[in-house]
């Protein structure tokens, strides 16, 4: 696609007055780079299939809502954007990983107790790695694990630091960020190449040619450097956010969408549902899931990949999306507006066959610059209202 205009990156200066005409979305990366897509606590945890923060940031100035609704909440990013602006939001997900992200990327938090415990988790975990009884030295500091997933999918001595951080979780008060430290940990530090981070097929336990840096590579061997480095860059983002975080009111629920009990003052949704066929949520963090011990939802996934695009998985998806449509819209205020972030390439939405109408819609270009996730796409945000 050609890029005739220059794209919105004055965020602030959009308003209710703002014509949808004029919103051009369309960001190349030196336009909206990646720093900026990644700000603050949106880089907590990677996660596919995540909008950017400022396409809610935009939305929000434009229509500002009074309570803002995620039916399938994921990360958190529009619980996390509606804070900044100082919107009431509400999000749902049937993931037990993905509400404990966004519970702790909106969480308050007291930052010198903050940095204390992670400071601290970071000393123990030192001298576990390099004290006098540990594993380098001689000591045993082999530690065991029932997932037949941790013992295949780490080295042993990757086991041994992920396991001691997770036994010293339940010593602090934030238990809940630290088993998200883990989980990002985790996932840098699973026998997998460093080109396929998304989707390994099986563990890398040989050297390898690495296409991402062009050189012989090992497998990884530890998980000490990745918990350090991150410890501390969540520390950072923490910090980062709460310059920004305001008191408007964030509920996140671990629920069905389709049957979640909601208040009756909801005037606007933002969500992005799954796309069809493309990404199963579940399996994509199934190092957390082992590892924490997560309830596993997956059975009720709408869209998942292993159900692919035929013709039965269209219908299966649709229904399911409908469902959390009709549902939610029984809890919105008349007029109430749903902004649903789409690749409906096979035309399946349809605003009439849940109670809304159609009053607008942008398309954009999305440009996919990492992993095997390379490439480009189109994705539009439909804009409905209630009837």
């Known amino acids: 696609m050609q890029y005739k205009q220059t794209p919105l990156t004055d965020f602030a200066s959009v308003n209710s007055k703002t014509r949808l005409d004029d919103l051009n979305l369309n960001w190349r990366e030196r336009d909206l780079p990646e720093n900026e897509r990644t700000k603050h ?13 400022q396409l809610v940031e935009i939305f929000l100035r434009k229509y500002q809502p009074k309570l803002v609704y995620d039916p399938f909440c994921g990360s958190g990013t529009t619980l996390v954007e509606a804070n900044i602006l100082g919107v009431d939001s509400i999000g749902t997900d049937i993931s037990s990983f993905n509400t404990l992200l966004s519970q702790v990327k909106t969480a308050k938090y007291d930052l010198d107790l903050l940095e204390t415990e992670l400071r601290d988790i970071l000393k123990k975990l030192y001298t576990f790695k390099y004290g006098p009884s540990s594993p380098k ?16 999918w780490f080295s042993q001595s990757t086991q041994n630091e992920l396991l001691y951080f997770k036994d010293l979780i339940d010593k602090y008060t934030y238990k809940d960020l630290l088993k998200v430290i883990l989980s990002r940990s985790a ?13 390994p097929k099986k563990p890398q336990i040989e ?9 012989t590579c090992q497998p990884v061997s530890e998980a ?27 509920v996140i629920f671990h629920d069905d969408s389709r049957e979640v009990k909601l208040p009756k003052n909801i005037d606007m949704i933002f969500t992005s549902p799954p796309y069809l066929g493309l990404i199963d949520y579940h399996d994509q963090h199934k190092y957390a899931y082992e590892l924490l011990g997560l309830q596993n939802n997956e059975t009720r996934e709408i869209g998942p990949a292993k159900n692919g695009q035929s013709e039965q998985a269209r219908k299966d998806y649709i229904k399911g999306i409908n469902d959390v449509l009709s549902h939610t819209r029984d809890f919105m205020v008349k007029k109430g507006l749903a902004l649903i972030v789409v690749n409906d390439k096979f035309n399946l939405y349809k605003a009439e066959d849940v109670g809304f109408k159609s009053v607008g819609r942008v398309d954009r270009h999305v440009n996919r610059r990492t992993g095997r996730r390379e490439g480009a796409f189109y994705e539009s945000i439909l804009i409905w209202e209630k009837i």
């Open 41 to 53: 606590v949106h880089r907590l945890h990677p996660y596919m299939g995540k909008f950017i923060p």
């Open 137 to 152: 030295n001689g000591g045993n500091g082999r530690l065991s694990t029932s997932s037949e997933y941790v013992k295949t």
């Open 187 to 199: 996932r840098s530090a699973r026998l997998v190449t460093h080109y396929d981070l998304d989707f």
């Open 207 to 215: 050297p390898y040619f690495c296409y991402k840096h062009n050189r």
């Open 224 to 250: 000490y450097k990745f918990l350090y480095r991150y410890t501390l860059d969540t520390l950072d983002r923490i910090k980062e956010y709460a310059k920004l975080r305001t008191e408007a009111s964030v």
